[in-house]
């Protein structure tokens, strides 16, 4: 008998497999197009096609591509969704209620709309796809990534006037850039969103980043807090104007604060000008770490004045507050590029203080430019100025460390730097340079100058001399903090003046006629003479370094 073999046609095999086979064809990164500001939803989620007619040709609404994108599932590729809407733009999206959540990984890339462009220098972005929430409803959120959205990205949109968080992240992973969130499209005028510009409950996410400089968010005019994260962490937060225009110049506050955080391990800012964020404007604080907030590392940023670093935009309230059992964060750092700039604050520069929650300890505030704050330049308790106590055995907000005590002379660069507190201990000294004195006779520190340490003895005392001989003027006052071996820093000492001798132009009375020159002698023998503060008589030494 002669056998048959049939072979079964790949569209019949496509037919069996039906829904799931169709699926398994669109799921690996599939684009789809917004050409249509419409609310309108997709007639059949899943089946690859974002349309929201029977006419022929594409006809896609954003809330027609999330819930298609959401259909087809996941896969290793993120899915796109892209804008092409037909006309000049900027285009207005306007939600009749909540867009779905996002359960998968999506790009939303709104530069790709024709005539869009993000941000270059001190240039504002021109973003075409505005997310207007005005209609959406009550409690309502503008973008929210749910758990399954790992890897999502959201650039080139305007996002404003939720009632709720303009971008919710609920998952980790995820890069947020490019955006204006709660300021309109031309960067100057409110559109804020009822609480945070962006909410972040996840790990891994990037607000802004250090690549470029058109990875910059504008988030400010909201109700809360500009960023504001929680819980989870290891999140990056830099290249950012919080709560400044789109220029960076002026003041557009979000409510709350700029940024707030009661999660761990957080980066905000970083050692280079890519990284730096502008968190200024602000109605409430610069930067808020809550308790839980532990690890995060705050360094290089602008905290009240504008992106030139130069004129002031204060935040309303403290430049930066480490609050309730916030422990092991690090405010700024004395290597290149680490140190933020703190100024013109309505309140303290560095605020350090315990709540209903806990204590704060072992946070670091080292090497920042601090000064023209309303209050103290770092101040432990919101209590004012500190008194040293004999051993320092007291705690509380960073053990209340004691600050060290400086004594200068007239006419001489040397300082010497005294510290008492707890015995055979090594201690860190920063000394800072300011024009003036703050008013309350105590820091700030407005130019850090150097490091060095100093080791108690049995008594708990420790002293040395230093010389910042070409790195004083006359008239400029010095400033030390301690910082202790677990990271206790100290509030600002008392300030001591440098004294400068001024050396008199002669005024010559006659002129004399030369004579015949005498015949040289043996030279004298010069004495030695002992230099003031000699480093050999005090040990250790703290080593000048000039920046």
């Not at 939803?41 to 096609?49: F, K, Q, Y």
């Not at 910042?468 to 003046?497: R, Y």
Request: proline share 5%.
């Amino acid at each position: 008998m002669k056998r048959t073999i049939m072979i079964v046609p790949l569209l019949l095999l496509l037919l069996i497999g039906g829904w799931t086979v169709s699926q398994a064809l669109y799921t690996a990164g599939v684009t789809v197009t917004v050409d249509r500001t419409t609310d309108l939803s997709d007639l059949n989620p899943g089946d690859g096609v974002c349309d929201v007619s029977v006419n022929a040709g594409d006809q896609c609404s954003l809330r027609a591509a999330v819930e298609e994108l959401n259909a087809l599932g996941p896969d290793t590729t993120p899915h796109r969704i892209e804008f092409a809407i037909p006309g000049a733009g900027p285009f207005t999206i306007a939600p009749g209620s909540a867009l779905p959540d996002i359960t998968v990984p999506v790009e939303i890339d709104g530069e790709t709309q024709p005539g869009a462009t993000c941000p270059t220098g001190g240039a504002v972005a021109s973003l075409m796809v505005v997310l207007d929430g005005s209609s959406a409803g009550a409690d309502v959120h503008g973008l929210v990534f749910e758990t399954g959205s790992d890897g999502s990205l959201v650039r080139g949109l305007v996002i404003g006037n939720f009632t709720r968080d303009g971008i919710r992240i609920l998952s980790n992973n995820n890069r947020i850039r490019c955006n204006h969130v709660g300021v309109g499209v031309d960067g100057f005028s409110a559109m804020g969103n009822g609480l945070s510009g962006v909410y972040v409950y996840g790990e891994d996410n990037v607000i802004g980043g250090q690549g470029s400089l058109a990875h910059r968010n504008v988030l400010s005019g909201n109700g809360s807090a500009g960023v504001r994260i929680e819980l989870h962490g290891n999140n990056y937060v830099a290249n950012n104007f919080i709560g400044t225009t789109a220029d960076g110049l002026g003041a557009l506050g979000n409510s709350f604060g700029g940024l707030y955080t009661t999660s761990v391990g957080n980066t905000i800012g970083g050692d280079a000008a890519l990284m730096r964020n502008v968190l200024s404007g602000n109605i409430g604080f610069g930067i808020r770490v809550n308790a839980g907030g532990d690890n995060n590392i705050i360094q290089g940023n602008y905290i009240g004045v504008a992106r030139d670093g130069v004129t002031p935009l204060p935040n309303l309230s403290d430049g930066v507050q480490v609050l309730g059992e916030a422990i092991g964060n690090v405010v700024g750092g004395t290597a290149v590029g680490e140190a933020n700039l703190i100024a013109h604050n309505g309140g303290y520069g560095v605020l350090v203080n315990d709540n209903v929650t806990g204590m704060p300890i072992q946070n670091s505030i080292r090497g920042n430019a601090i000064f023209n704050n309303s209050d103290l330049g770092i101040d432990l308790g919101s209590d004012g100025i500190d008194i040293n106590d004999p051993g320092d055995g007291d705690s509380g907000e960073n053990e209340h460390q004691n600050y060290p005590v400086l004594f200068s002379t007239a006419g001489s660069t040397f300082v010497t730097v005294t510290l008492s507190s707890q015995a055979g201990t090594q201690y860190t000294v920063d000394l800072y340079r300011s024009e003036s004195c703050d008013a309350s006779g105590y820091g700030e520190g407005q130019a850090y100058l150097s490091t060095g340490t100093l080791i108690t003895d049995g008594s708990g005392y420790a002293e040395s001399v230093v010389s910042l001989t070409g790195m004083v003027s006359s008239g400029n006052t010095i400033t030390a903090v301690a910082t202790d071996p677990q990271g206790n820093t100290s509030e600002f000492s008392a300030c001591v003046t440098i004294t400068l001798p001024v050396t008199p132009t002669p005024t010559p009375i006659y002129t004399a006629t030369p004579g015949p020159s005498p015949t040289p002698g043996p030279s004298p023998t010069a004495t030695p003479t002992a230099v003031p503060g000699d480093f050999s008589l005090y040990l250790p030494v703290i080593v000048r370094r000039n920046q």
